[in-house]
Nanobody, 124 residues
């Protein structure tokens, strides 16, 4: 069993930066690929970014490519999402998720464990 706890969300002005973190429990964190998803009010949950178990492979949604960076520190059981040049449309609840294998995935169905989410609000 893996428990995921997100932190670092908050209110930021458009054009600003924010880093959200996801701390995982359990000794198997380094064996799992991780991902970030988001859900805006009235919209479906969507893929944001994913990283493989050792961090060698990453993928991004087109809407965040070049602005967001995913990374992980397996020694700290933590995955990060650095968000720069934030836009109003980035406002959402951001969820961290863990697969049960090593391979990065853009599909929500690949993820077995989910955090409770952290709110990111971008203001004008």
């Amino acid at each position: 069993q893996v428990q995921l706890v997100e932190s670092g969300g908050g209110l930021v002005q458009a054009g600003g930066s924010l880093r959200v973190s996801c701390a995982a429990s359990g000794r198997t964190f380094s064996s799992y690929a991780m991902g970030w998803f988001r859900q805006a009010p009235g919209k479906e949950r969507e893929f944001v970014s994913t990283i493989s178990w050792r961090g060698g492979t990453t993928f991004y949604a087109d809407s965040v490519k070049g602005r967001f960076t995913i990374s992980r520190d397996n020694a700290k059981n933590t995955v990060y999402l650095q968000m720069n040049a934030l836009k109003l449309e980035d406002t959402a609840v951001y969820y961290c998720a863990a697969t049960a294998d090593r391979f990065a995935s853009t599909q929500a169905g690949s993820y077995k464990y989910w955090g409770q989410g952290t709110q990111v609000t971008v203001s004008s």
